[in-house]
């Protein structure tokens, strides 16, 4: 279930667009529903650890092994590194052409919970870094064979894989038709609440389940404050030293940061340039986040308020070009760290108040958010078969709201349709991309055997 304007929708009203719904039928002329399912890596398929190779050419390359290290830990951490295999990969078969702003890298992990404005705790997307407008099928791809991928490793039959994949597409499915004959403004206004995930957990877990939602709400620049910080020789908090994944930077380079986070206050609505005025920034750092994002110029910022010396943690990440560039039409954005930020608030029920963009030196782009803000995660190792099938439909009901906002809801709709024959091949797509990501993995695996990769485990 959804949470409309503080009210849970039940009925789909009984109106139906009719054009949208006829332009979706006509689209499967284009790909038909049961051509989504069968993938076979094409004989002219790109190189994989090529792909991923170039992708570290623009990075530090000291952190590049730990990028590597990460995803040869497991076939998951390597599907979630390589969103650029798979763009390449969705990109080599036809696509329907319904067109909504896409995440661009839809995994599982990519999900989670983490503080509306209004202080409530939501569930959400929570990563933009390679959003682009595109075919809504290549999301649904991405979290299905994530589902897949996921339930392999946690042990898990291939049906039990192929039902988790299964139920995100037809939660997919259902909500966007539901959504195709809501209000504009009601789809607009609908989020998903916590309470929501409780009922994707079997009763026997629940208890652990709200505790986890409680350490979220714990999950808090203060918190932070503790974690990250030690007292400096001027008796301020200072970020510690704990390379190569966290490294305070030099004088000189905070000097950099300080440029960047001016250029980033101009690209806030005047109220919240006024908020953050309230703050100063005292100290950076270079931080390590991620599986994919590891090697690019990520950094926090730690600010103090004012007036009482209330703490505020920042991140700084580097926006590059998103991955699906390369295969769909060029952006409209010519600055990639405002390419996530409309992205993020296109998509996101609700969003970051101190979201913003600013370009570094030499021009690079990035994209500023709070580090900490009552975020929070569900760990996929821990769910039973039927818990991540349910978590796949929270996942899939979610992804349909976040298209719904910016694509043709009933075109989409329309192409769905009320069967399952859509669900049963985003399915079948799962299974065989799963295999397509264990010999991907594999290929890893061998090249850091053999010393063409080096990678290196975290300390």
Avoid at 22 to 34: C, F, L, P, T, Y
Avoid at 217 to 246: C, F, N, V, Y
Wanted: net charge negative.
């Amino acid at each position: 279930m959804t949470r409309t304007d503080g009210e849970l929708q039940h009925a789909e009203p009984h109106r139906e667009p009719v054009v949208g719904h006829e332009a979706g039928r006509a689209a499967r002329k284009i790909v038909a529903r049961a051509a989504q399912g069968p993938w076979h890596a094409p004989a002219d398929r790109p190189d994989p650890l090529a792909i991923l190779e170039r992708q570290c050419a623009a990075r530090v390359p000291e952190l590049v092994p730990i990028r590597y290290g990460r995803m040869a830990s497991s076939c998951f951490a390597f599907l979630r590194g390589a969103p650029a295999v798979m763009a390449a990969d969705l990109a080599s078969s036809p696509n329907t052409g319904l067109t909504v702003q896409l995440c661009g890298d839809a995994h599982l992990s990519n999900f989670g919970f983490f503080a509306s404005p209004e202080r409530t705790l939501l569930f959400d997307l929570n990563d933009f870094d390679e959003t682009l407008p595109g075919p809504f099928e290549w999301d649904v791809k991405r979290l299905a064979a994530s589902l897949a991928v996921a339930a392999r490793e946690n042990g898990d039959s291939d049906h039990a894989a192929g039902e988790a994949a299964h139920a995100a597409a037809r939660a997919y499915r259902e909500h966007m038709r539901e959504l195709s004959v809501r209000d504009e403004l009601d789809v607009w206004y609908e989020r998903v609440d916590t309470a929501d995930l409780l009922e994707t957990v079997r009763e026997a877990n629940r208890a652990e389940a709200r505790a986890e939602l409680v350490k979220a709400g714990r999950r808090t620049s203060l918190q932070a404050l503790e974690k990250l910080t030690e007292t400096g020789p001027d008796g301020e908090p200072r970020i510690k030293h704990d390379p190569p994944l966290l490294q305070p930077i030099s004088m000189r380079d905070l000097g950099l940061v300080q440029e960047t986070y001016e250029d980033y206050q101009r690209s806030l609505s005047d109220e919240k340039r006024a908020l953050l005025g309230r703050f100063r920034l005292i100290d950076a750092a270079m931080k390590v986040v991620g599986v994919g994002s590891v090697g690019t110029r990520c950094f926090i910022g730690l600010l103090e308020g004012t007036t009482t010396g209330d703490p505020l943690f920042l991140q700084v990440k580097e926006a590059d070009q998103s991955v699906l560039a390369a295969h769909l039409a060029p952006s409209s954005h010519r600055h990639q760290g405002r390419r996530v930020v409309d992205g993020q608030r296109l998509m996101q029920a609700a969003g970051d108040i101190f979201l913003g963009w600013a370009t570094g030196p030499g021009g690079r782009h990035f994209y500023w958010r709070q580090l900490r803000d009552m975020k929070g995660s569900v760990e996929i190792g821990k769910l039973t078969a039927s818990e991540l099938a349910r978590y796949g439909e929270v996942c899939g009901r979610t992804l349909a709201r976040a298209h719904a906002r910016s694509g043709d809801r009933a075109a989409i709709a329309g192409y769905l349709g009320h069967g399952n024959a859509f669900d049963r091949a985003i399915a079948e797509w799962a299974l065989s991309y799963a295999d397509q990501t264990a010999a991907d993995h594999a290929a890893l695996l061998a090249a850091v055997a053999d010393g063409r990769i080096t990678a290196r485990a975290d300390v």
